[in-house]
């Protein structure tokens, strides 16, 4: 072992955002020796670009709100195929969470009278979301490192886990992967590991999603035997920057349609009224996104490939207080001054629904000893997440993953030790890239996999089209070990690409092959060739599992939803 830096601890987390953070907080307090690995400085996780707000029904703004309404806005969201019981749990406990962020530091707007100011957002029915401008993934994830290092959290950061380490019974026992700034092996022992790396957005070409969202903790769980569950439910934000080039699929945050921002077609209309009249602009992300590429389609489209955002006919010092990151994001990037001009939005792939399937109360994987928190988890959010939800859901689920992740760890008396040969080989593998003559690129192959997702696992799905798309990627497939990287171990963004590549490739793959399995079209899952809902599948998730090397997919029934639990939803 004296070949590789070796470090031991009762829960190891692999992710630095607010889920990480979170699930380490709680881990910690709950007696269990703690680190958090992040794959780039602390900081810069991808939670900081969450904008609008997290989403609980403290009822500040309006007083009818509460966990009951909270909670049938997430199911009517989800169309249903939502764990309903961590749908519960959600709504339940999400101001607590709130509260907790706030005594901990965290700044939040305010109402005249003192209390945390909450904003409306697309599908929520009483505005719900506590905001810091539109700058609150920031305030929670300064909040949240203030809180680790007070408890006193190791944190290894530029550090890319390429295997989760399972002993002979298939339990985890710990991490495997290198430091990005020297390219040195590491090992980490540890008792039980939360998954908490965020998502998959980079699997396609235009995405909101930041580098590091590469879908490393679904591909590392599937490998290790977890369970996946609903991956075919990828959310397309319906407004992301269309103009210029550079900044393509920039979120633009759905605050601003909160704070009163409409959508218009080329010819001025507000053509939301054609698609859900009551709710409009506020209407969920895969209807919006839908009604914007069906303008787009027809051709009432912006002059560059989108629609138009208008907040203009609000006051200048109103938007800039409130929307300050988006005033100043226009203003450098698209030289556009979005309280005298309308800004230029489109489709982004933004978020995914689908994950690790956990257990609703620990957040435990099907896997002893794996844990997942966060957007790489599955089950809250059904085919379609709510604006503010995600937020928290991080606080809620983290915490529970940390506290089940450290009960475990008190269970286990010492992480299995691996093989020394085991090692090597792993570290061999690592390296092979650099070995090989020139040939295929990492960017090169990229490239490809991601106008094959946008042209055949896009907004709107066709059986064919997902076939074929399939087809393409089992030619991507024989592509990846033909990769030559040149240059040295140290800050090689080429190698880092193509051991992300393995990551995305698998995962694309699942979600593909998940799609063309769901014959129906239910919130994000839209097929051309199933337009419609289809009521036997909305009782079933599809779940993935490696089995001979390959992705099984089958279907199962929700969990069963008590009388008293049903009643809260009326009619569906």
């Not at 401008?133 to 929670?140: I, K």
């Not at 959508?263 to 209807?287: A, Q």
């Not at 269970?411 to 092979?432: C, G, H, M, N, W």
């Not at 929700?558 to 008293?564: K, N």
Request: aromatic share 8%; net charge neutral.
């Amino acid at each position: 072992m004296n070949k590789f830096e070796t470090y031991a601890y009762d829960v190891l987390v692999i992710g630095s955002g607010g889920a990480g953070l979170r699930a380490a907080v709680a881990s910690q307090e709950s007696g269990a020796r703690t680190a958090v690995i992040s794959k780039c400085l602390l900081g810069k996780a991808h939670t900081v670009m969450a904008e609008g707000g997290i989403a609980a029904s403290l009822g500040h703004v309006d007083e009818n709100d509460g966990w009951q309404p909270h909670f049938k806005d997430t199911m009517f969201g989800g169309k249903y195929v939502n764990d309903w019981r961590m749908a519960l749990i959600h709504a339940k406990e999400s101001p607590e969470a709130v509260r907790e962020l706030e005594r901990w530091g965290a700044v939040f707007d305010r109402t005249p009278d003192g209390r945390i100011l909450q904003r409306a957002f697309g599908g929520h029915t009483h505005p719900r979301l506590c905001h810091v401008g539109d700058r609150t993934g920031l305030e929670m994830i300064r909040t949240l490192q203030d809180r680790a290092v007070a408890v006193g959290i190791d944190t290894f950061m530029e550090c890319i886990i390429t295997r989760l380490l399972t002993d002979r019974e298939g339990a985890v026992c710990g991490a495997f992967g290198f430091f990005k700034n020297t390219g040195k092996i590491v090992v980490f022992r540890s008792k039980a590991v939360i998954i908490a790396t965020g998502g998959l957005g980079k699997i396609w070409r235009i995405t909101s999603n930041s580098w590091d969202c590469t879908a490393d903790g679904q591909a590392l769980a599937y490998e290790a035997g977890a369970e996946l569950k609903d991956m075919e439910f990828v959310q397309f934000h319906p407004t992301g920057m269309v103009w210029p080039p550079g900044v393509k699929g920039l979120l633009v945050t759905e605050a601003v349609r909160g704070e009163g921002g409409l959508l218009k077609n080329k010819l001025g209309e507000r053509f939301m009224k054609k698609y859900d009249p009551k709710r409009m602009e506020l209407s969920t992300r895969d209807v919006v996104a839908r009604a914007i590429n069906q303008e787009v389609k027809e051709g009432r489209g912006s002059e560059h490939g989108g629609v138009y955002l208008d907040i203009s006919h609000r006051s200048a010092a109103y938007v800039k207080r409130k929307l300050p990151s988006m005033y100043q994001q226009f203003k450098e990037f698209a030289d556009v001054d979005i309280t005298k001009q309308p800004m230029e939005v489109g489709p982004t792939c933004h978020y995914t629904m689908g994950g690790v399937r956990v257990d609703h109360e620990s957040q435990q994987s099907s896997v002893k000893g794996l844990f997942a928190a966060g957007e790489a988890a599955a089950g809250l959010h059904g085919g379609n997440r709510l604006g503010g939800n995600s937020l928290s859901d991080l606080i809620v689920f983290g915490k529970r993953a940390g506290m089940g992740a450290a009960e475990y760890a008190r269970k286990v008396q010492s992480p299995a030790i691996i093989e020394d040969t085991t090692l090597e080989q792993y570290s061999r593998e690592l390296f092979l890239p650099f070995e090989r003559p020139g040939g295929e690129t990492p960017a090169g192959v990229h490239h490809d996999l991601q106008n094959i997702m946008e042209a055949h696992a896009g907004i709107i799905r066709q059986g064919s089209e997902l076939q074929e798309g399939l087809e393409k990627l089992k030619i991507l497939k024989t592509r990846y070990p033909l990769i030559h990287v040149d240059g040295n171990t140290r800050y090689n963004f080429g190698w880092h690409l193509y051991l992300s590549l393995a990551n995305m490739i698998t995962v694309a793959e699942i979600i593909a092959k998940a799609a063309l399995e769901r014959k129906e079209s239910r919130s994000a899952q839209a097929r051309a060739d199933f337009p419609n809902m289809d009521s036997a599948w909305g009782k079933k998730s599809i779940i993935v599992t490696k089995v001979n090397g390959a992705p099984e997919i089958r279907a199962e029934l929700l969990p069963a939803m008590p009388d008293e639990i049903s009643k809260l939803l009326g009619d569906h």
